[in-house]
């Protein structure tokens, strides 16, 4: 009985120490798998968390100023109208008797200086 239980004590040490020969392989493979795993990680370029909630912050200020712009152009294009409708209003009031600008004649073209004409340059 003492041989057997002997062999199963050796037996036991045995598979206790592939077992912790697996567990020491295990350990280095998730280094290893680990270290890879970051390597791609840092050639892809990608940001942090915190750039990226910056960066987010920024894109959400712009929208809202982008709004208030785009009412503030409205506003402004709403007034023009007004103004341009008055204008043709007061225009058809004063009546068609004043020649307007595309009426006139159109001035002759002042004529070119000649090359000799121009003092010399030091």
Not at 8 to 24: E, I, K, P, S, W
Not at 28 to 40: G, H, L, T
Request: net charge positive; no cysteine.
């Amino acid at each position: 009985m003492q041989t057997e239980n002997r062999f199963f004590d050796d037996l036991a040490r045995v598979a206790g120490g592939a077992l912790n020969t697996l567990t020491g392989i295990k350990g280095e493979i998730e280094a290893m798998v680990r270290q890879q795993f970051e390597r791609i990680l840092a050639d892809m370029n990608l940001i942090t968390r915190d750039e990226f909630e910056a960066v987010q912050a920024m894109a959400a200020k712009a929208r809202a100023e982008q709004e208030t712009l785009t009412a503030r152009v409205a506003a402004l294009e709403a007034a023009l109208a007004k103004t341009k409708a008055k204008s043709e209003v007061q225009a058809k009031a004063e009546g068609a008797g004043a020649p307007t600008r595309a009426a006139k004649a159109p001035r002759k073209a002042a004529p070119r200086r000649k090359k000799s004409d121009t003092p010399p340059q030091p």
